[in-house]
């Protein structure tokens, strides 16, 4: 496993006001953890919210 910083990036509605963040995961990383196969389709992910360990995790559904 490695680690690397990351920043959240905004996104504001037509008002102005914040209603999601982004994070940008790049293609070599997105291709080395399985979420886009070797033809270029997107694999379905799932995202686990865990609030007491602050964390988020990314995976490939039904990989535990």
Known sequence: MESK???L???KNGRGEITSYT???GS?????CGFV???GNIQ???KFIDVENNQVV???SGVK
């Open 37 to 39: 196969d070797s033809n």
């Open 9 to 11: 990036s905004p996104k």
């Open 58 to 60: 990314i995976k490939l």
């Open 5 to 7: 910083p990351i920043k």
């Open 23 to 25: 994070i940008n995961i």
């Open 28 to 32: 070599d990383e997105a291709r080395q």
């Open 44 to 46: 379905q992910i799932e």
